[in-house]
């Protein structure tokens, strides 16, 4: 039987265990995450979808295989090895080939407003799998949210930049991470996030074993700027990014800390721009803003009475 947890009676949210050094590794990963998308607009010009997961996942595996190897390893239970497997094979497989296959037909900007629906996702997944239900602003946001994926496909096919596939791929991408999340948030309570990053990207590199022919033709016809930018992807948004993602998910609750992937989009849209001149249409940036008000919505708390 469940046991039931005394009410706080202040509204003011709990200080976070180490907020200064949560604080850098949230800046930290936002930052590496939003390069993502440039990187990967970049390199995909020569590497296929498939490939560039399983290169990118290859060097994130030796990179934490570097610090994790040195340090006691945690047994998991068998319920954590469920969870990591499917957090390993939905955020690091299916996520990577998702978002990669997405980037070949959209703008990086436009990739991460559609993937940033991640967070309403993540609270439905929680409302519906953990039985803490549905509160009515999260139904209302995540409407609203969806209203905003549809004008950006409008905007794509009117502006006739990439197509309808792009879009799928996106909510593929933005579904798989919201699992992933859901996934790892319960194996965070007695694994590190180092090691339990070192062992879902493994996982997720045995899942895009079929990819390796692929690699292998890919890497030879390469230019080396391609070749370090997978090698970034690698080392930076995965091994390190993931990393601090994961201890911070471990300090804080799954909902908080998805709000702080908002400022992903912005920053991915300045970044395209400096580096592509990549803009997004004005339908497609106005769908981007009602995704994120949708998202915003679905934050707030209904309000208490008396």
Do not use: H
Not at 70 to 92: C, K, M, Q, S, Y
Not at 205 to 233: E, F, H, N, Q
Not at 297 to 305: D, Q
């Amino acid at each position: 039987m469940a046991t039931l947890r005394p009410q706080t009676p202040t509204p003011v949210a709990a200080p976070v265990e180490g907020s200064g050094r949560v604080l850098a590794a949230i800046l930290i990963t936002l930052l590496a995450w939003a390069s993502a998308f440039i990187v990967i607009r970049g390199a995909g010009t020569e590497f296929t979808p498939g490939a560039m997961a399983l290169g990118r996942l290859l060097v994130g595996a030796v990179c934490l295989s570097l610090l994790v190897l040195r340090r006691p390893l945690v047994r998991l239970t068998g319920r954590e090895w469920v969870l990591t497997a499917a957090f390993g094979i939905a955020w690091f497989a299916a996520y990577n080939v998702a978002l990669n296959t997405a980037e070949q037909t959209l703008d990086a900007g436009t990739t991460a407003m559609i993937v940033n629906i991640g967070p309403i996702l993540i609270a439905v997944g929680a409302g519906l799998v953990l039985g803490e239900g549905i509160p009515r602003w999260l139904a209302i946001g995540a409407g609203v949210a969806f209203c905003g994926v549809l004008l950006i496909g409008i905007s794509t096919g009117a502006d006739g930049f990439g197509d309808i596939s792009g879009i799928l791929w996106c909510l593929v991408a933005a579904v798989t991470y919201a699992v992933g999340v859901l996934c790892q948030k319960p194996v965070l309570r007695r694994v590190s996030s180092t090691q339990l990053t070192w062992i879902g990207c493994v996982i997720g590199v045995v899942a895009c074993l079929p990819y390796a022919g692929d690699l292998l033709r890919d890497v030879s016809t390469a230019s080396t700027g391609s070749i370090l930018g997978v090698v970034y992807l690698g080392a930076i948004p995965t091994a390190l990014a993931f990393t601090t993602w994961g201890f911070a998910l471990s300090k804080m609750p799954a909902a908080r800390l998805g709000v702080s992937t908002y400022v992903v989009p912005p920053l991915t849209i300045i970044l395209g721009l400096i580096v592509f001149g990549e803009v997004p249409g004005p339908l497609a940036v106005i769908g981007g803003v009602v995704c994120l008000v949708g998202v915003a919505l679905s934050r707030r708390s209904p309000r208490l009475p008396g």
